[in-house]
């Protein structure tokens, strides 16, 4: 499962969905099958589900309110856990992805 286009990248490979480049889609509509992909991924019952962002050096709001209504999809799964994977050289995920522990506390978030 892939969907990219000139700026960004996000495929699937079994239970980890990667993100790479700029992603500045506009509004919902927009990342629908950013969404499919990722609910792709969940709906083939995995025990865990990563979400490695460590290339992905820009997400617009569009895109991290994408990331918090999976994020709450993820929690209402009974015994599927998550991890978020970003990188510190990147501003935008150091102050963003933390929030999403506020949304499933028992997420893995390894900003490193």
Do not use: C
């Not at 927009?30 to 962002?53: F, M, Q």
């Amino acid at each position: 499962m892939e969907n990219k286009d000139a700026e960004y990248k996000v495929w699937a490979e079994g239970n980890v969905v990667f993100f790479e480049g700029t992603m500045r889609l506009s509004g919902t509509d927009a990342y629908a099958p950013i969404n499919e992909l990722l609910v792709k991924t969940l709906a083939e019952n995995p025990g865990s589900i990563i979400i490695d962002l460590t290339n992905l050096e820009f997400l617009n709001s569009s895109g991290i309110n994408l990331l918090a209504k999976f994020v709450i999809n993820v929690r209402k799964e009974a015994g599927v856990a998550i991890k978020v994977k970003g990188s510190q050289r990147i501003p935008w995920q150091g102050k963003s992805l933390p929030n999403l522990k506020k949304l499933h506390p028992a997420l893995d978030l390894d900003i490193a």
